[in-house]
């Protein structure tokens, strides 16, 4: 079965601060990777995801993620944070094809706090 | 845009009564999910279908039974509410096995 582990629980940082959460899996096989976002009040939303190709992958409002094979890892950065980047973030992954695919296994999440 | 859309926001039961949170989807997505959020735990899928009729456990089905006798429903039920199923329960969405979900807002459930 797949885990996945992200490290910090709560970051907090200033406006214009750089952001790296970090995020392993551990599951042998060929992996799809998501990163989820909730805004406070908001529905989780898709913030980007890899499936195949380029390990760097972009998603929405300047955020970016790598995958490292090697690692197990799939990190999110973000060069500039700003305020309204005040959310929880959720790494997830699934099982490329076979019996798991249908099961998107989260991590625990990191909030972020970006203050003014 | 789909929309996951779940009746209840917020219920607040009794130890023992029978609980129903009904989800629907309107874009036609073969696979249909309910996860429980709990703070520090992130999302913990309880039951999956990926068709009508059918449903798979997840990682935390005790206590949890579901019902998908339409495509674009999805229903979880709760046959003996306890206190430790206080939770948010999203319900989720997707088309085929690449598994990008949709979620719905959540029903935050509170067993008294």
């Known amino acids: 079965a797949q885990s996945v582990s992200q490290h910090n629980h709560h970051v907090i940082l200033s406006e214009a601060a750089s952001l790296e959460l970090g995020c392993n899996y551990s599951?042998?096989?060929?992996?799809?990777l998501f990163w989820y976002v909730q805004y406070p009040g908001q529905h989780l939303q898709l913030l980007l995801k890899?499936?195949?190709?380029?390990?760097l992958v972009k998603g929405i409002k300047g955020f970016e993620a790598e995958f490292i094979k090697s690692k197990f890892s799939f990190n999110l950065r973000k060069p500039s944070v700003q305020w309204s980047d005040t959310a929880e973030y959720f790494c997830?992954?699934?099982?490329?094809?076979?019996?798991?695919?249908?099961?998107?296994?989260f991590g625990k999440g990191t909030k972020l706090s970006v203050i003014p | 845009d789909v929309k996951v859309t779940q009746s209840s926001r917020y219920l607040v039961k009794r130890t023992g009564e029978k609980v129903f949170l009904e989800c629907v989807q309107d874009?036609?997505?073969?696979?249909m999910f309910w996860y429980r959020q709990d703070p520090g735990l992130g999302l913990r899928l309880i039951y999956f279908?990926?068709?009508?009729?059918?449903?798979e456990k997840g990682d935390i089905p005790e206590g949890y039974s579901v019902s998908r006798e339409k495509k674009e429903r999805f229903s979880l039920i709760l046959e003996s509410a306890s206190t430790n199923q206080t939770s948010m329960y999203l319900c989720?969405?997707?088309?085929?096995?690449?598994?990008?979900?949709?979620f719905g807002a959540g029903s935050r459930l509170t067993v008294l």
């Open positions: 989720a969405s997707s088309d085929g096995r690449a598994n990008v979900l949709t």
């Open positions: 599951y042998g096989g060929t992996v799809n």
């Open positions: 890899y499936f195949s190709g380029d390990p």
């Open positions: 997830a992954v699934n099982a490329d094809g076979g019996a798991g695919s249908y099961q998107l296994t």
């Open positions: 874009m036609d997505h073969e696979n």
């Open positions: 279908s990926y068709d009508v009729k059918m449903k």
